[in-house]
């Protein structure tokens, strides 16, 4: 006789019997829990798919990076401590820039990003700043023959720097802040930076810099929203703290502050 697609004869044993009908009822409830199993695995598969849809492709990058510079800049220099002398001389600057950088990208809504840097430079620094710039003319006389007192002039006329020119160390630090969200240029993102600097040859020795605008990118019409230029228009004060010139007056906010534009051109570099 068949039970369960067992086939049963009367040759075997009552103990066979139950043993093969128990291991067909095995398989039968294994591929059960099989399909259960998967059922539940595909289910919590879809809840995480919606749970992380949003932090899907989303990264966060942290890194860091060195950059070292010169700077070199010839000007003339009035020195009338030294027998009212004009010389040439050099604003000679060696610095090194160390970075920490931190890059947050959301992929579901193109182009939004943040983006902050902190970094300190330490540096060369000189009171050329600091120095007041005067127009200077020179006539220099040449002898026509030299036989005779005649003579022919030659004016040189510049500007230059006076006052006592120091070189010493200095350090500048800043926290730099960009965030866009979204690529359409009618919502401009926001740029912030704002830094402390200490120079041992400044008169003002300790300055807080601050800087604050609007961020444009102009992007392709693709998904991934590769940027062709960054624009930001911004405001600037060279110090938020008290300062004074070089002949010891006080220096009015407005007097320190600036606008300008800044122009970011991406170097994408392929796979």
């Not at 969200?181 to 601050?210: C, D, M, V």
Request: aromatic share 12%; charged share 20%; proline share 4%.
């Amino acid at each position: 006789m068949k039970h369960n697609n067992i086939s049963l004869t009367t040759n075997e044993s009552s103990e066979t019997m139950v043993n093969r009908f128990q291991v067909s009822l095995f398989n039968k409830n294994l591929g059960k829990a099989d399909n259960i199993i998967k059922l539940g695995k595909d289910s919590i598969a879809d809840a995480q798919i919606k749970l992380y849809a949003k932090r899907y492709n989303s990264y966060n990058l942290f890194y860091a990076n060195i950059t070292p510079s010169i700077s070199n800049t010839s000007f003339h220099h009035y020195e009338n401590l030294v027998g009212n002398t004009l010389s040439e001389r050099n604003s000679f600057v060696p610095a090194v820039k160390i970075g920490l950088n931190w890059f947050k990208r959301y992929p579901n809504v193109s182009g939004k990003f943040l983006l902050l840097t902190i970094s300190a430079t330490p540096k060369r620094t000189n009171s050329l700043d600091d120095l007041t710039q005067v127009n200077y003319k020179i006539t220099k006389s040449h002898v026509k023959l030299p036989d005779t007192t005649k003579t022919i002039n030659e004016d040189e006329s510049g500007t230059a720097y006076k006052g006592n020119y120091k070189v010493g160390f200095g350090i500048e630090t800043s926290a730099e802040f960009y965030a866009v969200f979204t690529k359409h240029l009618a919502i401009p993102g926001i740029y912030l930076k704002l830094g402390y600097s200490f120079g041992e040859p400044w008169i003002n020795q300790r300055q807080i810099p601050f800087e604050g605008g609007l961020l444009f990118n102009i992007s392709s019409k693709t998904k991934d929203a590769v940027n062709y230029l960054s624009l930001i228009p911004y405001v600037a004060w060279s110090n938020l703290k008290s300062s004074i010139d070089a002949d010891g007056a006080s220096v009015a906010l407005h007097d320190k502050f600036s606008f300008g534009v800044k122009l970011g051109i991406p170097v994408n570099i392929g796979k």
